[in-house]
């Protein structure tokens, strides 16, 4: 007995012999009641070497027609000068495209900068405002307390070490509680912030 009639004895499971066929398990079922290459046994399915060395054969039928020729694309000219032509237009094509692109970006680019810039003026106008608008104020406070100042020193100023009844009129007693109330208003707010 030799080597090859050895392997010719050996039984195969259906995945053993799809793997040997490189076919799937129900392929290599199929094929084989159909090409009678096989020893089926209710659900059972076995292939031997020789089952399996047939269903290679099936497998490897000739074509009926021969392979087709693949078609090579001739140029109009031995010379290929026209396909150089078609390239130099396609790349001035895409340049031109590129150029045009490029201009688009640049200008979108610009309107958004000059956007930016619009809208930091604005804002630094804003700013310009508030702070004239405070400064304006505050002018207006000082000339008030100017004012008031002025008025106040034209006005007679209060004695008030003086005990004589007669000396403190209403007016005189009114015009204390006022200056009084006013010395509260300036000293509650530096109270506060040294608190």
């Not at 398990?25 to 031997?48: D, E, M, P």
């Not at 078609?71 to 590129?98: I, Q, T």
């Not at 004239?132 to 209060?158: C, F, G, W």
């Not at 008030?160 to 006022?178: G, V």
Request: net charge positive; proline share 3%.
């Amino acid at each position: 007995m030799t080597d090859d009639e050895g392997k010719l004895d050996t039984i195969y499971t259906e995945d053993e012999a799809a793997a040997r066929l490189r076919i799937t398990r129900r392929t290599a079922i199929t094929l084989g009641k159909r090409y009678g290459c096989c020893s089926a046994y209710g659900r059972t399915v076995r292939f031997s070497e020789q089952d399996l060395l047939d269903l290679w054969q099936v497998l490897r039928v000739e074509a009926k027609e021969p392979r087709p020729v693949t078609v090579k694309a001739e140029l109009p000219s031995a010379s290929g000068v026209w396909l150089r032509e078609y390239a130099r237009k396609k790349r001035e094509l895409h340049e031109e495209r590129a150029r045009l692109r490029k201009e688009r970006e640049t200008a979108a680019r610009e309107r958004r900068l000059e956007e930016r810039r619009q809208a930091a003026r604005a804002r630094a106008d804003t700013k310009a405002a508030k702070r004239a608008a405070v400064a304006a104020a505050k002018s207006e406070v000082k000339t008030a307390k100017h004012t008031d100042s002025e008025t106040a020193s034209q006005v007679e100023t209060l004695d008030i070490r003086n005990r004589d009844p007669a000396y403190w009129t209403d007016e005189r007693k009114h015009r204390l509680r006022e200056e009084h109330i006013d010395r509260m208003k300036r000293w509650a707010p530096t109270v506060a912030a040294d608190e």
